[in-house]
């Protein structure tokens, strides 16, 4: 489990309250609410209407404040919950806390080792939810075990998630409900979240070109495959990683192309995935830059101006004659990137339903770079978008070699 470092903010630990249950735990006009507070120091509130999805009958509840003081609550409410549930003192009980659906890879680990290790400091039962919430960007995770055992796993799994917003990867933006952000098939985020917008429709043939040195395209495909099947299942993407040697002139012979392809909400997830597994890379600092293909028409003064303003990245551009494409490294934190390149993925697919503009054609690219005409053999299709498996995105795997079959 990480060690405490420097907080970047207190990350709220949120569960699933049984419809039933709200009475019990909020008490008269919520005068156990108060009593609770008052008792331990703990904010706890209880989602209201429009809150949460309608299609969650459950309401959420969130417990706010110092690590000690949200144990001490999340423990009094386990309680009352085991007492509704007629569960004797050493009798397992059943508890569910969510968790942002983009950070259920990090908790559950490389091979399932971070959430085994939760379990066996904890002796609770854990079960991740392989689907979303339907209507939010978070998973379940069921707990079973005493109520000692249970909030020593809650503990444990926050801890995890306070890891991941102390090193920039969570925001406060992802622990709140944000109506209309999901819709049916997919994901469609706003330009507040780290995430960026992506547009309804979308044309399935483009996609997100970034160029990586040969030791993290090795890290982005794993041994035998798995890491980039693994970021497939998890995004809906579809992800491949060119042969050596197809790139444009310009870019280092060595470098690779990863393209990320698949429905926009897919591929707007997928460069998140990837963009969040490169920047854990193992002996590797973390890039403040990423190198990103984009159609020149893509590139003026203008475009990059607007794509600078909404993602707080800084974007420098430089051509590459004879191809449609110029290189666009992106530099700054890595939520700024991820902004920026699901801006360009959003003008992108704008500028294809619009059925082009200079150097487009027919709703495609006038010229597809013949760099990109094959694919490299470490791809597999995704039909449709598979949340976080049980073996989800690893972290601290070694970068396979590189090699092409």
Request: glycine residues 12%; contains cysteine; hydrophobic residues 40%.
């Amino acid at each position: 489990l990480p060690s405490p470092g420097p907080m970047n903010f207190p990350v709220p630990w949120r569960a699933l309250l049984p419809i039933d249950a709200v009475s019990v735990v909020t008490g008269p006009s919520n005068r156990h609410l108060k009593e609770l507070a008052d008792a331990t120091g703990a904010t706890v509130d209880i989602s209201g209407e429009g809150e949460t999805p309608e299609t969650l009958s459950d309401k959420i509840c969130t417990i706010s404040g110092a690590v000690e003081q949200k144990e001490a609550a999340c423990r009094r409410i386990v309680d009352k919950l085991r007492g509704l549930q007629e569960v004797a003192d050493q009798e397992p009980g059943v508890f569910v806390v969510i968790v942002p659906s983009c950070a259920a890879p990090m908790v559950v680990g490389q091979k399932g080792a971070q959430i085994k290790e939760v379990i066996e400091l904890s002796g609770a039962e854990i079960s991740v939810g392989k689907e979303n919430i339907i209507g939010m960007l978070d998973q379940p995770i069921g707990i079973t075990g005493t109520g000692g055992q249970v909030v020593s796993a809650v503990s444990k799994i926050n801890a995890i998630l306070q890891d991941l917003a102390d090193r920039g990867k969570l925001q406060p933006s992802d622990f709140r409900y944000r109506p209309g952000m999901v819709r049916e098939g997919g994901m469609q985020m706003d330009s507040g979240g780290p995430r960026g917008n992506v547009v309804s429709g979308g044309n399935p043939r483009t996609h997100a070109k970034f160029v990586v040195a040969t030791q993290v395209a090795g890290w982005i495909i794993g041994k035998q495959g798995r890491h980039i099947r693994e970021l497939q299942e998890n995004s809906g993407a579809h992800i491949q990683v060119m042969k050596e040697g197809e790139v444009p002139p310009g870019v280092s012979p060595t470098d690779r192309v990863v393209e990320i392809g698949g429905r926009p909400d897919a591929k707007a997830e997928g460069i998140q995935i990837v963009m969040m597994a490169v920047d854990s890379m193992p002996a590797l600092a973390a890039p403040r830059e990423t190198p990103m293909l984009i159609p020149k028409v893509l590139t003026t003064d203008s475009e990059i101006k607007d794509v600078q303003q909404m993602s707080g990245a800084e974007v420098e551009v430089r051509d590459l004659p004879g191809y449609d494409e110029a290189l666009c490294t992106l530099l700054g934190s890595i939520e700024a990137r991820i902004k920026a390149a699901q801006r360009f993925l959003i003008r992108i697919e704008e500028v294809v339903e619009g059925g082009g503009g200079d150097g487009f054609a027919g709703g495609a690219p006038a010229r597809r770079p013949a760099y990109a005409a094959r694919e490299e053999p470490h791809s597999l299709p995704v039909e449709s978008r598979a949340p976080a498996p049980a073996s989800a995105t690893p972290r601290r795997e070694e970068p396979a070699a590189v090699t092409d079959t």
